[in-house]
């Protein structure tokens, strides 16, 4: 169980390598290794919801703790993918092993718990991306409605657009009333 509020770093490791997320000020989560460039906020945030709703079909080892050879069968001796969430409390680790009989199930542990889980394979799958597919792809932070001007400019001339009271008007070439719907679709577009 964690508080996303309180989180501000998320380190995973998969067959790819390491990849490190911080969040920064505004909310807003860089990948800073391997490479650095803005996170896409929606796979974080898809991150956290489904680590948040985790639910363990089975839990092994709550009578007596898992042994080491079973570690090893359940493929979590030598993890090689894991996820950890750090911030403000104690980091979450999660380790990964292997898929169960049961399709969709796979075996995880938590770093500091003697038991082993069985769950999803959601999480697992959302994290077994490559860095590429945490970049956010937008060219600006900019949402369409921080934008008040745009200015298009094209091989006729310039086209000068300005909003006012939630509606655009046409500045340039002649003065014009816009419309809202098709400016605000080719601004969010941008």
């Given at each position: 169980?964690?508080?996303?509020?309180?989180?501000?770093?998320?380190?995973?490791?998969?067959?790819?390598?390491?990849?490190?997320?911080?969040?920064?000020?505004?909310?807003?989560?860089?990948?800073?290794?391997?490479?650095?460039?803005?996170?896409?906020?929606?796979?974080?945030?898809?991150?956290?919801?489904?680590?948040?709703?985790?639910?363990?079909?089975?839990?092994?080892?709550?009578?007596?703790?898992?042994?080491?050879?079973?570690?090893?069968?359940?493929?979590?001796?030598?993890?090689?993918?894991?996820?950890?969430?750090?911030?403000?409390?104690?980091p979450?680790?999660?380790?990964?092993?292997?898929?169960?009989?049961?399709?969709?199930?796979?075996?995880?542990?938590?770093?500091?718990?003697?038991?082993?889980?069985?769950?999803?394979?959601?999480?697992?799958?959302?994290?077994?991306?490559?860095?590429?597919?945490?970049?956010?792809?937008?060219?600006?932070e900019?949402t369409?409605?921080?934008?008040?001007?745009?200015?298009?400019?094209?091989?006729?001339?310039?086209?000068?657009?300005?909003?006012?009271?939630?509606?655009?008007?046409?500045?340039?070439?002649?003065?014009?009333?816009?419309?809202?719907?098709?400016?605000?679709?080719?601004?969010?577009?941008?």
């Amino acid at each position: 169980k964690f508080d996303r509020e309180k989180i501000n770093a998320i380190t995973i490791k998969n067959a790819e390598g390491t990849i490190e997320l911080r969040q920064k000020e505004n909310d807003v989560w860089m990948i800073e290794n391997p490479i650095k460039d803005r996170a896409d906020t929606m796979i974080v945030n898809g991150l956290f919801t489904t680590a948040e709703f985790l639910k363990a079909e089975e839990v092994l080892g709550a009578d007596k703790p898992v042994e080491k050879d079973q570690l090893k069968e359940f493929g979590l001796a030598n993890s090689e993918t894991k996820v950890s969430f750090a911030g403000n409390d104690k980091p979450v680790e999660l380790l990964f092993g292997k898929d169960t009989a049961v399709e969709g199930k796979l075996y995880v542990k938590l770093a500091d718990d003697k038991r082993v889980f069985v769950i999803a394979n959601e999480l697992k799958n959302q994290i077994s991306k490559k860095v590429d597919q945490f970049r956010d792809r937008r060219l600006s932070e900019l949402t369409t409605a921080q934008i008040n001007k745009a200015v298009i400019k094209t091989a006729a001339g310039d086209i000068e657009l300005a909003k006012k009271n939630d509606h655009w008007s046409l500045t340039k070439p002649f003065q014009a009333r816009g419309d809202d719907a098709k400016i605000g679709d080719l601004l969010s577009q941008v």
